[in-house]
């Protein structure tokens, strides 16, 4: 088996590795496809531990070995999750598993996806079907943490969502959030990602560098604001310019992935005096499902955000380009 390793800050090294054993509920998958994400990039700028780790959070893969227990089978085809849940805590005993006390991270506290196999609990797999091709699953996660926010955000037919950052998570909710008959708005500074948005069916879009937000929100809404603001923490719009667009006693849901190192800074007055409510969604739960189906009714598209594919071997040059650039489009790696 052969693993790249974040064995000091910006610095992968590959390593060849013993092959592990399969214990008892767990699978070894042959890592087919992955993506590299924001929290991905942070770690290998300042990894989050003092030991090496391969990085890589989520992945495609096949089933080539299944241990005792498990209902899986050699060849099945899978998405695993960031996330590993316990399964034990009181949170995951009562299904609340984005708030499991002993939650771990795939390619952050444990070996992520950039190897060749890996052994993984078949808890954190969700079993694919034809439909959803490998370079549409692997945005998986993406996907489950809008749900989430969609459903944290409480919005209801007709009524507005405000999306301030138009990433790949931005652009994700934008088009979860017309598939539930809610009208988005999607905020950004770059006009070239808001031409995507308007591409996938988001009709209206805001330029915060030439357009007060607030201001053209007020009249979409006749003078309503929104009733909920999905702030993205990956996004390049400051978090004061955004709790701005939401109407009184309404919700700003701030939503990130897991590690990464986002600057939230911003005066908390309008929140006394607007009244308004704050969540935040850092993890997907166990929304993996409905993401599947999700992208299995076509209700989302992310083809658009493929910015091309590489190899395996070609993972540090990646990861170089990735801590550097906007977390906009994302890149295939091709690991199989
Ligand atoms: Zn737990």
């Known amino acids: 088996m052969k693993a790249w390793k974040i064995t000091a800050p910006t610095t992968l090294k590959l390593c060849e590795e013993q092959s592990e054993s399969v214990g008892e509920g767990n699978v070894k998958i042959r890592v087919n496809k992955c993506v590299v994400s924001k929290p991905d990039a942070q770690t290998y700028r300042s ?88 370079d549409s699953a692997v945005f998986l996660d993406f996907i489950a943490i809008a749900t989430q926010a969609m459903t ?38 770059n006009d070239d990602y808001l031409e995507m948005g308007k591409q996938l069916g988001i009709y209206y879009t805001i330029n915060s560098k030439k ?22 923490s990956s996004g390049e719009v400051p978090l004061t310019d955004s709790i701005k667009c939401a109407g009184k006693g309404g919700k700003i849901v701030v939503v990130g992935r897991y590690g990464g190192d986002y600057n939230l800074d911003c005066s908390l007055i309008p929140l006394i005096e607007n009244g308004l409510t704050v969540l935040g969604v850092g993890s997907a739960g166990k929304n993996t499902q409905i993401a599947i189906n999700m992208l299995a009714n076509k209700a989302v598209n992310v083809a658009p955000l493929v910015a091309g594919k590489v190899l395996f071997d070609d993972i540090p040059s990646l990861f170089a380009e990735a801590s550097e650039s906007p977390d906009h489009l994302k890149t295939i790696v091709e690991i199989k």
């Open 47 to 134: 990894p989050k531990t003092d030991y090496s780790v391969s990085p890589i959070g989520s992945c495609v893969g096949m089933v080539v070995e299944a241990g005792e227990g498990v209902s899986l089978t050699r060849g099945n085809r899978v998405f695993v999750r960031p996330q590993h849940y316990c399964g034990e805590c009181s949170a995951c005993r009562s299904a609340n598993y984005a708030c499991c006390e002993n939650v771990e991270y795939y390619g952050i506290t444990r070996d992520g996806f950039a190897r060749d196999f890996a052994v993984v609990s078949e808890s954190d797999c969700a079993l694919l079907p034809d439909r959803v091709d490998d």
């Open 211 to 232: 357009q007060n937000p607030a201001q053209k929100i007020f009249h979409l809404t006749g003078g309503k604001m929104a009733e909920c603001v999905a702030h993205i």
């Open 152 to 189: 944290a955000s409480g919005v209801k037919k007709g009524e507005h969502l405000v999306i301030s950052g138009a990433s790949t998570l931005g652009i994700i909710l934008g088009q979860v959030a017309l598939h539930y008959q809610v009208v988005p708005i999607l905020i950004d500074i």
